[in-house]
């Protein structure tokens, strides 16, 4: 049974930064994909970033590149999200995903595990 655990979310000012963890366990996940995707009230649930567990082969959505960066680390079979200059647009719980398949995949269809989510609010 695959179980992710997010933690790190919170309240922050506009400009500031947050790291959210993605733990992970149940499961090898050597051939795995892991995600980042957030769902604002009222909103679909967007793609935000996503990481090859293999070759740590990265990509993200056009709105983060350059503000937020996506890691792992092996040992701890925990992949985090780095967010920089947060903006008050960035607010939505933050779900992180994962996928049996080497596809950096950006809809969520294409994920079959998710976390319960990680509130993010970012204070104008």
């Known amino acids: 049974q695959v179980r992710l655990v997010e933690s790190g979310g919170g309240l922050v000012q506009a400009g500031g930064s947050l790291r959210l963890s993605c733990a992970a366990s149940?499961?090898?996940?050597?051939?795995?994909?892991m995600g980042w995707f957030r769902q604002a009230p009222g909103k679909e649930r967007e793609f935000v970033a996503a990481?090859?567990?293999?070759?740590?082969?990265?990509r993200y959505a056009d709105s983060v590149k350059g503000r937020f960066t996506i890691s792992r680390d092996n040992a701890k079979n925990t992949v985090y999200l780095q967010m920089n200059s947060l903006k008050p647009e960035d607010t939505a719980v933050y779900y992180c995903?994962?996928?049996?398949?080497?596809?950096?995949?950006?809809?969520?269809?294409?994920?079959?595990?998710w976390g319960q989510g990680t509130q993010v609010t970012v204070s104008s």
């Open positions: 149940g499961r090898r996940f050597s051939s795995y994909t």
């Open positions: 990481i090859r567990w293999t070759d740590r082969s990265t």
């Open positions: 995903a994962a996928a049996p398949e080497v596809v950096l995949s950006t809809t969520p269809g294409g994920y079959d595990y």
